[in-house]
């Protein structure tokens, strides 16, 4: 008797795989230590993105769409392979994208993510704002204000983010914002802040440690005014869904316009991870396996044998809980043992743990900028951090095993 069960990607997706392992060897790879170098957006690689169709709404809809739920965790796999600071370069505006989709009406959607893309002639970014200066891992602590001008039917935002990917250079910002304070994380909502609009300005870019190719600001919310149709769901819904917050109902994770957000797309983030981690684990392997010590190559020395297995063996299982986290989403599987923060957690300390090992497996040279372990070391550091820090991942894993309010 067979078995429909199969972990085996189909023709489609493995194309697709196939078909971005090729743009990320010849055009991301050859151009990943000068835009590190240079810590600025790489405008030409976006465009070769773009042409190429890499870069665009419908290829990113239809790996979203995928009913297998792999299509966008493989789609990141090969891209972050090349290198993660181009990568973000090419993929930051899914994240404003994902956060029109989950909060969005259908008219919205159709409206907004077009314009995060734009064209392949005429190229456009998006851009999620929710972390702020004195609110990352607190989200319930956001300052940034939306207050309601129901004689114009408007919103007045005021208020800064902080460590936004393409922020202050993208064309369509979305920002999340409190419009209740006293309900903490369940009184925000989400706007879209249109090209050009007076009041929304760019802040510090920040010198970062890893993906320096990939622009990260601030974004300064002075007075911004807004129709209320750039409110992300309609007031109508947010009057709802805070009416039934004053009463105190216990709400699902879609009434946090953030946290939907971010729980939609950390599996897609573990993608990511796996991606550097793969890269790491495969210039190691090929060093080992040419580098020769006393007259033979290192690798077969148990001692290095062994760091590869284990760097091979956390690879694969990172990749296995992103697949698991992502077909659940795909197939409305609740989370309920938070899977897509297991994934995000598992790949993003693997990353670490593997870029250290091989920069530790080639020795000195894993020092230098003349080989990319080093770069991929410095990239990985960004995985424990953004999205969730891993004891943010923990944390929500645990309330979500006990039933329990742990803090």
């Not at 966008?72 to 993660?84: C, Q, S, T, V, Y």
């Not at 005429?122 to 929710?130: H, N, Q, R, S, Y």
């Not at 992502?326 to 599987?333: D, F, I, P």
Request: charged letters at 20%; glycine letters at 10%; one cysteine or more.
């Amino acid at each position: 008797m067979s078995s429909t069960f199969s972990l085996d990607p189909g023709a489609d997706q493995l194309a697709v795989r196939d078909w971005l392992h090729g743009f990320a060897a010849d055009v991301v790879r050859p151009a990943a230590a000068e835009w590190d170098e240079r810590e600025e957006t790489p405008w030409p690689i976006i465009q070769e993105a773009a042409k190429l169709g890499v870069y665009s709404l419908e290829f990113y809809a239809q790996q979203y769409f995928d009913p297998s739920g792999v299509g966008i965790p493989i789609a990141m796999e090969e891209l972050f392979w090349g290198d993660a600071g181009i990568g973000l370069a090419i993929v930051g505006t899914t994240l404003g994208a994902v956060a029109v989709l989950a909060n969005g009406t259908d008219e919205q959607i159709g409206t907004w993510t077009p314009q995060m893309f734009g064209t392949p002639d005429d190229v456009k970014l998006g851009a999620f704002c929710a972390s702020e200066p004195d609110a990352g891992s607190d989200v319930a602590s956001m300052r940034t204000r939306a207050v309601y001008d129901g004689a114009k039917d408007e919103w007045v935002l005021n208020g800064t983010k902080t460590w936004v990917t393409n922020g202050g250079i993208a064309d369509v910002h979305v920002v999340v914002a409190s419009v209740d304070p006293e309900l903490g994380a369940r009184g925000h909502a989400s706007f879209v802040v249109p090209p050009g609009t007076p009041g929304l300005s760019q802040g510090q870019k920040f010198k970062k440690h890893g993906i320096r190719a990939s622009h990260t600001a601030e974004v300064v919310l002075d007075g911004v005014r807004l129709p209320g149709s750039c409110l992300l769901g309609g007031k109508e819904k947010l009057d709802e869904r805070l009416a039934r917050a004053r009463e105190g109902v216990r709400r699902s994770g879609r009434g946090n316009a953030a946290m939907a957000t971010f729980e939609a797309s950390r599996p897609a983030v573990g993608a990511q991870a796996v991606g550097v981690a793969r890269a790491a684990y495969e210039v190691a392997l090929d060093y080992a396996t040419t580098r020769e010590q006393f007259g033979r190559a290192i690798i077969e020395n148990q001692g290095v044998a062994f760091q590869l297995a284990d760097m091979k063996t956390r690879i694969d299982a990172a990749r296995l809980l992103v697949w698991r986290a992502s077909w659940m989403a795909a197939n409305n599987q609740p989370f309920t043992a938070a899977e897509g923060s297991m994934s995000k957690l598992y790949a993003g300390e693997t990353a670490r743990f593997v870029t250290t090992q091989a920069m530790q497996l080639l020795g000195g040279n894993g020092f230098t900028r003349e080989y990319p372990v080093e770069r991929m070391h410095r990239d990985s550091a960004i995985y424990t951090v953004f999205e969730g820090t891993s004891e943010i991942q923990r944390l929500v894993i645990a309330r979500a095993i006990s039933g329990k309010p742990i803090r």
